[in-house]
């Protein structure tokens, strides 16, 4: 069997790369927790830089298929997962901001809270959603879910959109779309490759 | 009129003026430091060059609250015509030049005239009053600003009969504002008082804070600070002041009115159409573990100020 390798690298080797990548948001709050780094409002800080770094790793994850079909680099199939369970990490600090540092706890404001700025509910169903697919990311649940496994993954769409739509809408109250109309054009890039990527095929193999 | 002070301060909650001037000497020195070893310069283009402003302090005006540190105050600040994020304006505020400056007050008054910012360091005493900001967002700050009340300037143009409303006209340069290029809101921001508002001994004509001229970031070199209102009511780095019969339409107001009320008081009660307004985070206070705290009616300033809204219903007038 030739050695498993991805962009040349062994796949081993690939994956302690991408883990160590992967944990540098976190490094990064460690140090700038150590080194007075938050500015002034840290609450606000860490609830903002956790829910980019969520959607950037739930990006990335989407992202890898297509990267796979473009780039025949099969073992990016291997990484997929890792990717993935990043964007769930990042959520879980996320919700975890929030529900500690912004609400500390109190159910009853939080409830409220979520009944008058509706966006949070949006965010909050993203993350419940997220739990089932990292639960079912081993190899085990793959196979015990047989074809109901893909059927099930593919909620990272819905997902991914109410991603978007959470981040949008809390923009919305200052009409300030800059950033998160780049996330939502990647987004909408990778969703529609999906669609496309089969006519792709089909017309390779037709010429 | 008759100030009364709020009734909740014990004598031993009172900073001792030793321990108060040794921590003026330690912001000092610090703010020296940061000048002898940046160099000139970099640290005008990046923080706004300010000088030492003497003003001492009026304790008549002045809550007990922990101040929240000078680097808070002028590094996380909502100055839209430098960009939205809280840093924005300090980062980008650099280039806009406060030297020479005129403020021109119009309208319904007797002698309507233009000031230089110099003759409005000198129309009176400069105090130093110490007030809780309550940002709209959510958040609210402790600060000692620099000033006198703005009854001072309104008494020197002498407003006739006809002057009901107290309209602030900011600076809008595209040249020194990258923010201007953003369209959230109409520009220039304008922002108004009803004339009794702007006549109370509370609403201050601020040009400084930390013992210092504004920064940039902060509305340099002069602005409104109105402790009873959510922040957005202080217009800052003022051109122009009109007096005017009907009520003005303020930048807010023609961009969200339904989020952003004339009279803007701080009011727990009265919730904000996407959030709670019952509570608030202080800034610099503890960092993350500290709770939120409860917000105040008027933010605290109900005794000297709810006689002005006698008969209001404040939900409707918001």
């Known amino acids: 069997m030739p050695a498993q390798r991805l962009f040349g690298l062994p796949l081993r080797g690939a994956k302690v790369l991408l883990f160590v990548l992967g944990l540098l948001p976190l490094l990064r709050w460690v140090w700038l927790g150590f080194t007075d780094g938050f500015g002034a409002n840290p609450t606000q800080f860490l609830t903002r830089s956790s829910g980019t770094w969520t959607l950037v790793c739930l990006l990335i994850a989407l992202g890898i298929t297509p990267l796979r079909q473009l780039t025949k680099q099969n073992m990016l199939a291997r990484v997929r997962r890792m990717a993935g369970l990043f964007a769930f990490f990042y959520a879980f600090l996320h919700f975890t901001t929030y529900i500690w540092f912004d609400q500390f706890f109190d159910l009853q404001a939080t409830v409220k809270d979520i009944i008058e700025r509706p966006f949070i509910l949006v965010g909050f169903s993203a993350f419940v959603l997220l739990i089932p697919l990292s639960v079912t990311s081993t190899q085990g649940w793959m196979r015990r879910l047989g074809k109901r496994w893909s059927l099930l993954h593919r909620a990272v769409y819905v997902i991914g959109v109410l991603a978007i739509v959470h981040y949008w809408w809390h923009k919305a109250g200052k009409n300030d779309f800059q950033e998160v109309i780049w996330y939502a054009a990647v987004l909408a890039a990778l969703l529609a490759w999906r669609l496309l990527w089969p006519y792709i095929q089909a017309g390779k193999r037709a010429r | ?318």
């Open chain 2, 1 to 318: 009129m008759l100030i009364r002070r709020p009734a909740d301060i014990v004598p031993s909650e009172i900073t001792p003026e030793p321990i108060y001037l040794d921590r003026r000497r330690l912001l000092q020195g610090a703010a020296a430091l940061g000048l002898g070893s940046i160099g000139g310069m970099a640290w005008a283009q990046s923080a706004g060059a300010t000088t030492k402003l003497v003003a001492p302090p009026n304790n008549a005006f002045a809550i007990m609250d922990k101040l929240t540190p000078r680097k808070d105050v002028t590094t996380y600040n909502n100055f839209y015509e430098f960009g939205l994020d809280k840093g924005d304006p300090a980062e980008n505020s650099g280039k806009f030049v406060t030297r020479p400056w005129t403020v021109s007050v119009e309208g319904e008054v007797g002698k309507p005239r233009t000031f230089g910012i110099e003759e409005l360091l000198k129309l009176a005493p400069l105090e130093e009053r110490v007030y809780r900001m309550r940002c709209v967002e959510g958040w609210s700050m402790v600060i000692p600003w620099v000033g006198y009340s703005m009854a001072n300037l309104i008494k020197a143009v002498e407003p006739t009969g006809n002057a009901k409303y107290v309209e602030f006209i900011t600076a809008a340069d595209p040249k020194t504002m990258p923010g201007l290029r953003s369209r959230v809101i109409e520009w220039p921001y304008i922002e108004a008082l009803r004339i009794d508002e702007a006549m109370h001994p509370l609403t201050l004509l601020t040009l400084g804070l930390y013992g210092e001229t504004l920064p940039n970031q902060n509305g340099a070199p002069v602005r409104l600070i109105v402790p009873w209102k959510y922040g957005f009511k202080s217009g800052k780095s003022i051109v122009k002041i009109r007096f005017v019969e009907k009520q003005p339409t303020s930048a807010w107001m023609k961009t969200a009115p339904s989020e952003y009320g004339f009279y803007a008081n701080v009011n727990p009660d009265v919730p904000h159409p996407r959030w709670s307004q019952a509570t608030e985070r202080r800034i610099g206070e503890d960092g993350l573990f500290a709770p939120k705290r409860k917000t105040l009616k008027f933010n605290g300033y109900g005794d000297q100020v709810a006689s002005l809204y006698q008969g209001m219903d404040l939900v409707k007038f918001y």
